[in-house]
């Protein structure tokens, strides 16, 4: 016989949030949220926590409620909670709303009943909660999705059948009370405790009146026998009927009107103790809600998954890691233990005797294509490597690999590869004669896991990383970014897409030669995934240490291209869902295991966990998402639709509401705030983490908001449920439109005036910096001029230290050579006694000193000239006299040269100027004269006119050459024109001098070559 069902228990009382422990009656609402009628109150329970709405929030008189029923008008499927006085509280939006009873339209003017609050009600379901000492003139039986369908009993024991309020049959029954009667489906049915039920109204053509008859849900399966003590426990609104008998808790449906179908939901609990009161099931999620009279709420989850172990009293024993198929319904593992379920769910276990004892290395196993159990190591090494017969009980073959094997792995081709520790990676052929054991590669170390890709391509899992081997080429490459993960599992879901799970690291997927990091769960359990297994509807299931995850793969390949990590939807199993413990195992080769009938093995701390994955149920957060309330400043803030408006408040905290009677940990919650003048980009969302799902909102300042919460209702790219709430908060009266317009106007006409002001003052400034700047140009014109006049005078300033040199060097030193010259002879010739040459060269030397000291003076007195900055003294004095007074120094040149020296100047002639500045230009002109001329003569001569006087200095040499003359006679001031051939200066400094002095007497000076050089100097009458 099949056993029953197993389910885990969650259990809630007034010590975990229910107002009291008496519960009346259970139903769960269109939004997914499950409603408890209790006597201190609605309670509404959304899988976390419960809020009751009590006679304060309702504006009751009393908290009691009795049961739950629809709407008779069929207004949009409204659910309404039944409180006492008939008092209507109606159910929607996960809120409950006090409303008017739709008993007192139609119905009352149909059957007009008394004035007493119970003259008509809903049937209140079994068992009966009056004890049958109250008896009501009319109890209305809905049937589904009713307006004006229902069944309605009177006193007598009539019942009457309505179809859009018009009646189509009675059945006349005689049952005094109504006490007993309940609805499956649309037919009612009588229950008289002793052991009959019967169909007593059908809306179809079935006769009534007979029992019914059980029909076991299948052939094996159990049904209730009236004819022993049952208890019958049914609910008016969704029409479910059960049946406890023999600590079974029956199921009841129709076949046919008449022929019920019983399915044990439960099995093995003692309701008595508990005090059953009412009994609701979620057929969809296979989820029971049991409600007790003294002991609160029992939640009872199907267990979907079957933790199989040996019988034994270690639990050691019991924990396993590696595993391989033995037949289409069991496993064997390295410690010859065999485990299964059958077709029908059955589970078995057996130990098979070990021909050499315990096997050690319980981490690997390949049972081969030709039937043969390969395990390695015994005793404490794993260096053997073992072959068994398909039944193990046959030792076939040994071999001693001289290091440790960590894991086993047979290929499509049969051939068995050896992972090793220290040793890289081997194999053998089974084909091969005598099965030797070959050496692929030493170069990996720490092998965890191998699975062979294509014919030429084997993947090899290891501590330190991921490598892949080419066995046509012979060549390993490390997959980049893998190294430091500790590789437990490898999984190939389609070709070229290589999957993989960590030890601490999570699952990758490789993708263009890297790995792909998949973001971990909220508690990051995954971290430790220790294998992948991939079903037929192309959902992977990852075991971990704390429970079993299930994913969709193509969300997981949608997250390699998007990587959005709240876009992925995790479904995690516990051991709620019939592990024995959450802790699976990993690290083993294979790790999980798939049978022919259909099971998945996984291995565990606990047990082997079968399941199928294709019919596993899965119950996903797809409910909707509701605002339960806000709270602001001073209390509550009413919330219009999806907006709200706050007058001076800055704090928010929202509770937020979605229901989920699953794993809590699998439903999700994110938020993300974003004013509408300032939309992002892209938008970040915060997990919500409180238990009770509130958000706080601090300091929020004038604008509109709009608070989106998110959250992922299942698998698949659209599987998410978003609500949005906009916040106003009014801007105060400085700070509205009206008011910035009058601001920015005025601030535009102030600062008209202000601009046209300063103007105004700014035209004044320009006018008066305008005279400014002219008198500043003008003042710096003049300084400019005064600069280039002293750049000029510097500049004259530098030709006449040039010229001094030249002249020192030309002028002064040749004399003075002369004279160290003649002086170095003297002493010579007084020894020899030529005093005759010695005075000759008396003379000389005298001569020579004379014409140095005149040079000397005549510099002097140019250099005192240029240093009195032109200040000139000027006196009257005869010019013969001064020419005779030059001629005098020259006498001894004249001689030299063979000329002859002429003064032809009147005697009477009398000049006002500088007389020694006259005396350096006559000095110069007759010393230059001299020079270059030779048996010739100087002249100087005088000519006076009406307004001017001249005197000119003639020679009989051979005249200046022209660029000296241009340059004498020309204004610009030029350099003195050096010779052709760069050789000395053959004018000395005598013509600069000239021409420097003449300036400063304000005479001019000519020069001209006709037979000789004729200078002119013109002095004008002042």
Request: some cysteine; proline content about 4%.
């Given at each position: 016989m099949a056993k029953a069902m197993k389910h885990s228990v969650r259990h809630y009382t007034s010590d975990n949030g229910l107002p009291q422990n008496s519960v009346r009656a259970i139903m769960q609402d269109h939004d997914g949220f499950v409603w408890l009628?209790?006597?201190?109150?609605?309670?509404?329970?959304?899988?976390?926590?419960?809020?009751?709405?009590?006679?304060?929030?309702?504006?009751?008189?009393?908290?009691?409620?009795?049961?739950?029923?629809?709407?008779?008008?069929?207004?949009?499927?409204?659910?309404?909670?039944?409180?006492?006085?008939?008092?209507?509280?109606r159910i929607a939006g996960g809120k409950a709303i006090p409303d008017k009873s739709p008993l007192e339209k139609r119905i009352h003017k149909i059957f007009k009943p008394g004035a007493g609050p119970y003259d008509l009600m809903y049937m209140l379901g079994l068992p009966d909660r009056w004890n049958k000492d109250f008896v009501p003139t009319y109890n209305l039986f809905l049937l589904p999705k009713p307006d004006g369908d229902f069944y309605i009993w009177s006193k007598g024991g009539k019942i009457d059948l309505y179809a859009g309020w018009k009646k189509q049959k009675s059945y006349e029954t005689r049952l005094l009370s109504p006490i007993g009667l309940f609805r499956i489906g649309t037919n009612l049915y009588y229950d008289d405790e002793a052991g009959s039920i019967r169909l007593v109204a059908t809306s179809g053509p079935t006769a009534t009146g007979a029992n019914v008859t059980f029909v076991p849900a299948h052939m094996r399966a159990e049904k209730p026998d009236l004819a022993r003590p049952y208890k019958l426990y049914a609910d008016d609104l969704s029409g479910n009927a059960f049946i406890y008998q023999d600590r079974k808790l029956y199921s009841l449906s129709e076949r046919i009107p008449g022929h019920l179908t019983a399915t044990v939901l439960l099995d093995d609990v003692d309701f008595g103790r508990n005090g059953l009161t009412s009994v609701f099931h979620d057929s969809r999620h296979q989820r029971l809600y049991l409600g007790t009279i003294t002991n609160g709420l029992f939640i009872y989850d199907l267990k979907v998954f079957d933790a199989v172990g040996i019988d034994t009293d270690d639990p050691g024993l019991n924990v396993y890691y590696a595993q391989a198929v033995l037949s289409d319904s069991s496993v064997i593992t390295p410690h010859f233990y065999v485990l299964g379920k059958g077709q029908d769910g059955q589970r078995f276990s057996r130990v098979i005797p070990h021909p050499l004892g315990k096997a050690i290395n319980g981490y690997t196993i390949v049972k081969s294509r030709s039937g043969d159990i390969w395990i390695a190591g015994y005793g404490w090494s794993y260096q053997q490597l073992y072959r068994y017969d398909n039944a193990g009980k046959q030792l076939k073959q040994v071999w001693n690999l001289g290091s440790d094997i960590s894991f086993l792995y047979e290929d499509e081709t049969g051939r068995i590869w050896l992972g090793m520790e220290t040793d890289g990676v081997k194999y053998i052929d089974p084909g091969e004669n005598g099965m030797p054991v070959h050496t692929l590669t030493k170069k990996i170390k720490h092998v965890s896991y191998m699975l062979k890709d294509g014919k030429n391509m084997l993947w090899v899992g290891t501590h330190p990383g991921l490598y892949m081997v080419n066995l046509a080429r012979k060549t390993i490459s490390a997959i980049p970014h893998t190294n430091g993960h500790y590789i437990k599992s490898?999984?190939?879901?389609?070709?070229?897409?290589?999957?993989?799970?960590?030890?601490?690291?999570?699952?990758?997927?490789?993708?263009?030669?890297?790995?792909?990091?998949?973001?971990?769960?909220?508690?990051?359990?995954?971290?430790?995934?220790?294998?992948?297994?991939?079903?037929?509807?192309?959902?992977?299931?990852?075991?971990?240490?704390?429970?079993?995850?299930?994913?969709?793969?193509?969300?997981?390949?949608?997250?390699?291209?998007?990587?959005?990590?709240?876009?992925?939807?995790?479904?995690?199993?516990?051991?709620?869902?019939?592990?024995?413990?959450?802790?699976?195992?990993?690290?083993?080769?294979?790790?999980?295991?798939?049978?022919?009938?259909?099971?998945?093995?996984?291995?565990?701390?606990?047990?082997?966990?079968?399941?199928?994955?294709?019919?596993?149920?899965?119950?996903?957060?797809?409910?909707?998402?509701?605002?339960?309330?806000?709270?602001?400043?001073?209390?509550?803030?009413?919330?219009?639709?999806?907006?709200?408006?706050?007058?001076?408040?800055?704090?928010?905290?929202?509770?937020?509401?979605?229901?989920?009677?699953?794993?809590r940990q699998n439903q999700q919650l994110y938020y993300t705030i974003s004013a509408e003048d300032r939309t992002a980009s892209s938008q970040t969302w915060f997990p919500i983490e409180q238990e009770q799902h509130s958000i706080l909102l601090n300091n929020l300042t004038s604008g509109t908001y709009a608070l989106k919460i998110r959250k992922n209702t299942g698998f698949g790219q659209n599987s998410v449920q978003v609500k949005t709430l906009t916040i106003i908060v009014p801007y105060p009266w400085y700070d509205t439109w009206p008011f910035k317009l009058l601001v920015i106007t005025l601030v535009l006409i102030g600062i008209y005036f202000y601009f046209k002001n300063r103007l105004k003052k700014a035209d004044q400034l320009n006018r008066i910096l305008e005279s400014r700047v002219s008198e500043k140009t003008r003042s710096l014109q003049d300084t400019l001029s005064v600069l280039k006049g002293s750049e000029q005078e510097l500049l004259r300033q530098t030709r006449l230290q040039m010229h001094l040199i030249a002249s020192i060097s030309h002028d002064i030193r040749s004399p003075l050579r002369s004279i160290e010259f003649a002086s170095g002879k003297v002493s010579g010739l007084v020894q020899k006694g030529?005093?005759?040459?010695?005075?000759?060269?008396?003379?000389?030397?005298?001569?020579?000193?004379?014409?140095?000291?005149?040079?000397?003076?005549?510099?002097?007195?140019?250099?005192?000239?240029?240093?009195?900055?032109?200040?000139?003294?000027?006196?009257?004095?005869?010019?013969?006299?001064?020419?005779?007074?030059?001629?005098?120094?020259?006498?001894?040149?004249?001689?030299?040269?063979?000329?002859?020296?002429?003064?032809?100047?009147?005697?009477?002639?009398?000049?006002?100027?500088?007389?020694?500045?006259?005396?350096?230009?006559?000095?110069?002109?007759?010393?230059?004269?001299?020079?270059?001329?030779?048996?010739?003569?100087?002249?100087?001569?005088?000519?006076?006119?009406?307004?001017?006087?001249?005197?000119?200095?003639?020679?009989?040499?051979?005249?200046?050459?022209?660029?000296?003359?241009?340059?004498?006679?020309?204004?610009?001031?030029?350099?003195?024109?050096?010779?052709?051939?760069?050789?000395?200066?053959?004018?000395?400094?005598?013509?600069?001098?000239?021409?420097?002095?003449?300036?400063?007497?304000?005479?001019?000076?000519?020069?001209?070559?006709?037979?000789?050089?004729?200078?002119?100097?013109?002095?004008?009458?002042?």
């Open positions: 009628a209790t006597d201190m109150g609605l309670v509404r329970f959304d899988g976390q926590s419960f809020v009751t709405f009590d006679k304060d929030k309702l504006g009751l008189k009393s908290s009691s409620f009795l049961s739950f029923n629809t709407d008779i008008e069929s207004r949009g499927e409204r659910l309404y909670a039944v409180g006492e006085n008939q008092t209507h509280i490898l999984l190939l879901a389609r070709p070229g897409e290589l999957w993989y799970t960590t030890d601490d690291d999570g699952f990758f997927l490789v993708q263009n030669g890297k790995p792909v990091r998949f973001p971990l769960d909220k508690d990051h359990f995954l971290s430790n995934a220790h294998c992948i297994v991939h079903d037929r509807r192309d959902f992977f299931w990852i075991p971990t240490n704390q429970g079993l995850f299930r994913m969709l793969r193509s969300d997981l390949l949608d997250f390699a291209s998007h990587s959005d990590s709240t876009r992925l939807y995790y479904h995690r199993y516990s051991k709620q869902s019939g592990f024995q413990i959450n802790e699976f195992n990993g690290g083993c080769q294979p790790c999980a295991v798939r049978l022919q009938n259909g099971y998945v093995s996984l291995p565990s701390m606990g047990g082997l966990v079968f399941f199928k994955p294709e019919q596993v149920l899965v119950d996903t957060p797809r409910s909707k998402i509701f605002i339960d309330r806000i709270e602001g400043n001073n209390g509550d803030i009413p919330v219009d639709g999806s907006k709200i408006q706050l007058t001076g408040v800055t704090d928010l905290r929202v509770f937020v509401s979605s229901p989920y009677l699953a794993d030529d005093l005759a040459l010695v005075e000759t060269i008396g003379s000389s030397v005298n001569e020579s000193s004379r014409r140095v000291l005149m040079l000397l003076e005549n510099m002097l007195s140019y250099v005192k000239s240029q240093m009195s900055g032109g200040s000139v003294a000027y006196d009257t004095f005869a010019v013969r006299s001064l020419v005779d007074e030059i001629a005098v120094i020259f006498n001894a040149s004249f001689k030299v040269q063979g000329n002859k020296f002429v003064n032809n100047v009147p005697e009477t002639l009398m000049l006002r100027t500088n007389r020694q500045l006259l005396k350096i230009i006559l000095h110069n002109l007759i010393d230059n004269a001299n020079k270059y001329t030779s048996d010739g003569s100087v002249t100087v001569s005088a000519m006076k006119e009406s307004e001017v006087m001249r005197l000119f200095v003639t020679d009989t040499g051979p005249g200046l050459p022209e660029t000296v003359q241009n340059w004498f006679n020309g204004n610009e001031e030029i350099h003195y024109p050096e010779p052709a051939d760069s050789g000395p200066d053959i004018h000395g400094i005598g013509l600069v001098i000239v021409k420097e002095l003449a300036g400063m007497l304000n005479v001019r000076i000519t020069a001209a070559s006709a037979s000789g050089t004729v200078f002119s100097i013109e002095f004008w009458k002042e």
